[in-house]
């Protein structure tokens, strides 16, 4: 046997997800699988509830095989495997790094949510986001609404460290530990494509229960495309053999970075859990991409009026803001 083909034996057997499966040798070759290091996560992450017997697909990211679960009990959806944090940080350090990322791609969505603050936060709010980066949306805020008090949150120490020097905005650096540990109270905050990062996601409601003050708000933006997963997944199970079902390498519509995938209806329990006693679920506009921000724009308009339309009924975007108003603790 070609010593090649035997390491990448020794790399299935070792990753997670593949026990030793020799189905997957030419795919890992063809792909350049390397060593990784995960955990298995068997229990639901927030409530510590048994998955559904079924999974929702598996996909391969960073060399090893991860299946997405439905907890029974609460219905949140996570990833059965948690890579190496050290390494996922740093890729995520190159991936959402870039200037053209922060001022192009999410112009669009950090001006439709400074106005949704602008509308939700009283004078002389104070204000936390939660994965802010840079800074960059909270700047967006500030040109609006001068009179508030911003913070930013991040894990990231080179953004908290930008957000500081850029804009002059006082920064917390951690993720759900140091949210939990931190004592000020906040009239609203923000967790814009975050949420679904956190490992720690019980201990992150948990915080969220400490600093979101009484009265407060809550801004969550999330992918909005279980409802496509779920029927992709259907449609793959109906036309794919089971040899080809074994070897699925992708999940239509999900991003493999992402950990959780936040249904609409779990993000409702949770919320009213903590004493939120109005939600409202918004659309929430696209990632800016060179050629189609007309079309984006037309589309996004679109989904707005059938949203107004159906009296808040219908979010018909890839991507949803998440209210929750008028805390009672």
Known sequence: MPNHQRNYRAILER????DGNTRWLRYARRNGFKEVKAERVRRCPDCGGRPK?????QYVYFSTLIHLLE???CGLVWSDARIDPGLVRRQFEVMYNGERYFRFSRRRIFGHLARVIDDLAPRGAHVLDIGGARGDLMAHLVERRPDLYVVVNDVSASGTKAATERFGFPTITGGAQALDEHERRYDIVVLSDV????????RLWSALDKLVAPGGK???????RWALIRLWQRWFRATRSRARQRLQHAIRFFNPGHIFILRKDYLETRLRQLGFQRLRVMPSPLLAHAGTRVID??????AVVIYWVTGGACALTPSVVVVGADRQI
């Open 218 to 224: 809550v801004i969550i933006r999330v992918p909005h």
């Open 195 to 202: 949420l679904y990062f956190e490992p720690d996601i019980r």
């Open 15 to 18: 990753n997670v997800g593949f």
């Open 297 to 302: 724009a037309v589309a996004f308009a679109v």
């Open 53 to 57: 017997r079924k999974s929702w697909g």
């Open 71 to 73: 907890c029974s009990r």
